[in-house]
C-alpha cells in the first residue's frame, strides 16, 4: 500500500508559518529523552525496532541540526496529516544512521521535526535518503 505525504515550502504551508517554540531543543524532559534516544546507541542493539541515531552527537550539533531544519525544512503533512518538518543535508552527506537487529540498515542524509509547533515535545531524528519532494501549492522541487 502507497502512502500519500503531501509536501509544501514553509512560505506556502496552508497552516501558516513555522517558527521554533522554544530556543531550547533540550529544555523539557520528553525532549531529552528524545535527544537520548537519537544520540546513544540503543540499549538493546539487537531490537527489531529500527533506531535511528545522529553520527555527531553531540548536545551542540543536536540543537544546530534543529535549529537549521526550523530555518531550512520543508513541511510535510503524513498520511495521518500531522505536520512534520523535513530536511536534507545540503551535501547529500550521512548526519546519521538507521540500526535495526544491530546491523546499520541504512545511512541517512535526512532530518526529520515532528511534533514542531509543541515548544515542549518538538524533537529531531534522522531519516534515510530523501528523494526530491515538489511543493503542492508552488510546484517547486526540493532537492
Request: positive net charge.
Amino acid at each position: 500500500m502507497l502512502t500519500q505525504y503531501t509536501y509544501y515550502c514553509q512560505p506556502c504551508d496552508p497552516s501558516g508559518s513555522i517558527t521554533m517554540p522554544s530556543n531550547n531543543p533540550l529544555g523539557h524532559k520528553n525532549q531529552r529523552r528524545k535527544y537520548k534516544k537519537h544520540t546513544q546507541l540503543p540499549n538493546q542493539v539487537n531490537s527489531p525496532t529500527p533506531v535511528s541515531v545522529f553520527t555527531d552527537r553531540l548536545a551542540s550539533s543536536y540543537v544546530h541540526q534543529v535549529e537549521d531544519g526550523y530555518k531550512n525544512a520543508i513541511v510535510e503533512y503524513d498520511d495521518q496529516n500531522r505536520r512534520n518538518l523535513v530536511s536534507k543535508d545540503p551535501n547529500h552527506n550521512p548526519i546519521g544512521q538507521t540500526i535495526m537487529n544491530g546491523v546499520v540498515i541504512s545511512m541517512d542524509d535526512g532530518l526529520k521535526i515532528v511534533q514542531p509547533d509543541l515548544a515542549n515535545k518538538y524533537h529531531a531524528f534522522t531519516t534515510g535518503s530523501l528523494s526530491n519532494k515538489t511543493c503542492a501549492a508552488c510546484g517547486t522541487v526540493h532537492w
